[in-house]
């Protein structure tokens, strides 16, 4: 049963990269973008703490809902609206900070990411 589960979310994690389309088609201004990003779960003894580094290009697929580490949790953090907001705006870089709505077993704001994007356009200012 647990492997039909795990190929189930792989299926509808690849259905919504698809149906979110490429970075080159819903952002045609950026060359190339890096988000860092740093997981924190707060109610283990020993807090959680992760790093990631996404490296974005054009053909990438502008799929931005990274999801919570914390087993038990279905929650995830959607950077959408801070990468839109930064290409309407034309920012280069942003920092920010994300708690995790969490579900019906695990409470919100049991988790946080800290993000740095950083982007560049294609054409010059």
Do not use: W
């Not at 920010?96 to 054409?123: Q, R």
């Amino acid at each position: 049963m647990q492997h039909r589960f795990d190929y189930n979310t792989k299926v509808q994690l690849k259905e919504k990269r698809l149906s979110a389309g490429l970075v080159s088609d819903r952002f045609p201004r950026i060359h190339s973008m890096i988000i860092h990003i740093s997981h924190y779960d707060k109610r283990m003894v020993e807090p959680l703490f992760m790093e990631r580094t996404i490296n974005v290009f054009p053909a990438s697929y502008a799929y931005f809902d990274i999801a919570c580490h914390t087993r038990e949790c279905e929650g995830s953090f959607n950077l959408l609206p801070v990468i839109s907001g930064m290409v309407n705006a034309r920012r280069e870089s942003a920092k920010g900070k994300l708690e995790c709505p969490g579900n019906s077993t695990v409470p919100a704001g049991h988790a946080c990411i800290t993000y740095e994007i950083s982007i560049e356009y294609k054409d010059p200012k």
